[in-house]
């Protein structure tokens, strides 16, 4: 539930950031960059804030790639360059497959 709470605030801090942002100069500081996301297999609240993550950078000018898979399978693409960030991976409930690779 904390964490619940804890996504729902940082989804609000960014959408609430999100205008102001794009008044700045540099309002598409992501024009002509591709971001590599990762996401895991598993529905839940993480869904909803990877969704609004992938809304907040694409209205920074980046084009998101949203691919999914297991967690092990994230930390071997990061490893080999594949995905550039992935924002619902846990430790220490993660850490076995970590250590996997």
Do not use: W
Request: proline content about 5%; some cysteine; glycine content about 6%.
């Amino acid at each position: 539930m904390k964490a619940m709470m804890r996504a729902a605030t940082v989804a609000a801090c960014v959408a609430l950031a999100m205008p102001a942002m794009a008044a700045s100069p540099q309002a598409l500081p992501g024009a002509g960059k591709t971001i590599h996301y990762g996401q895991t297999d598993s529905l839940g609240a993480h869904y909803v804030a990877v969704q609004i993550v992938k809304k907040a950078l694409t209205s920074l000018g980046y084009e998101v790639n949203l691919s999914t898979m297991g967690t092990v399978l994230f930390f071997q693409a990061v490893a080999q360059g594949n995905v550039d960030m992935e924002t619902d991976v846990n430790f220490p409930q993660s850490e076995p497959d970590f250590r996997v690779v």
